[in-house]
């Protein structure tokens, strides 16, 4: 993955996110990475009243002759900000519409 096509993905999961009514996401910042096929974004999150922190970890992934990106989520541990369950698993659905949002727009070859 190019350095355009890390900045097109980054852009794209944000759009994929940020239309999600039901919870407001805000994208922190970008966190550098070692990898070329690897991008990784803090984002804020509030849920019912309920405000937290994730990051979101990007990998590219050779599925025969095309690549996609995979999301996945990592939760801060942090005792102001209680996760339940229930609010990641929803996360977590987001964040597989925000992937197939991405993968359908991006252009990795």
Known sequence: MTEEQKTEAIKLVKQGLETIQAREY???AE????????FEIKYSFV???VEGIFNIIGNTE??????????????TDDPLHSISDLTKEQINTDLRSAQDFLNKNLNIV
């Open 62 to 75: 050779a599925n025969g002759a095309e690549a996609e990106v995979s999301l996945v989520s990592e939760f």
């Open 31 to 38: 966190i550098p990475t070692e990898g070329k096929q690897q």
């Open 47 to 49: 849920n019912e009243g």
């Open 26 to 28: 805000r994208e922190i």
